[in-house]
């Protein structure tokens, strides 16, 4: 693996980024914009996935690090789950739905290869 010397360098968080600008541009059009509660809900779940990568690579254990990576997959899944919501409610269309649940199944899947690496590592 190569040398990690801040949190921007890692790939599960440059997606992470990602997926929070994609989720940011799909929920400020039609109907998604005027339901506040699940807008402010999957716009805080997805920067929780981000934010929690960036604290846990600045904590000072591999530990704690670990820790905030599995918060951070676990928000990821909230996204995937609300998504659904924004299906059955028509605010997305299935082919979106289907494309950011896909980028949120990359961030969840690079962040518990880093957890297992991390856990694998002397």
């Known amino acids: ?25 799909a929920i400020n059009k039609g109907d998604f914009s005027k339901d506040y509660d699940v807008k402010s809900q999957i716009r805080r779940a997805s920067l929780s996935s981000m934010s929690n990568i960036a604290e846990g690579f600045g904590r000072f254990s591999k530990k704690e690090f670990v820790r905030f990576l599995e918060i951070s997959t676990s928000s990821a899944s909230e996204v995937k789950s609300i998504l659904y919501v924004a299906l059955d409610l028509g605010y997305l269309p299935k082919d979106q739905v289907q494309s950011l649940q896909s980028l949120t199944e990359e961030v969840k899947a690079l962040g ?3 957890i297992k690496y991390l856990n694998t590592r002397k």
């Open 112 to 114: 518990l290869g880093l």
């Open 1 to 25: 693996m190569a040398k990690v010397d801040k949190f921007e360098d890692l790939i599960c968080w440059q997606k992470a980024r990602l997926l929070v600008k994609e989720i940011y541009q």
